[in-house]
């Protein structure tokens, strides 16, 4: 969750979700390592957001 927060603020520098779609254009090409693997920033996000979920609803694996 932390990892989504500090991502999302560091590429749209706020978290209205409006204005985070009005921007989301911008960042359609741009991408971002992770362990050597080069990982769309969007998808990155995008990613993020269904971990949050799925461990705020205590699924198998997240509810420890």
Known sequence: ?????????STFYTFDILSI?????????SSMYLFGTPI???EFIG????GAAFIKSAQIGGHT
Not at 1 to 9: A, D, E, I, K, P
Not at 47 to 50: D, E, F, G, S
Request: proline share 0%; charged share 10%; net charge neutral.
């Open 40 to 42: 769309n920033l969007i």
């Open 1 to 9: 969750m932390f990892m989504f927060l500090v991502s999302t603020y």
């Open 47 to 50: 990613l993020m957001i269904i």
């Open 21 to 29: 779609n009005q921007q989301m254009y911008k960042y359609e090409y």
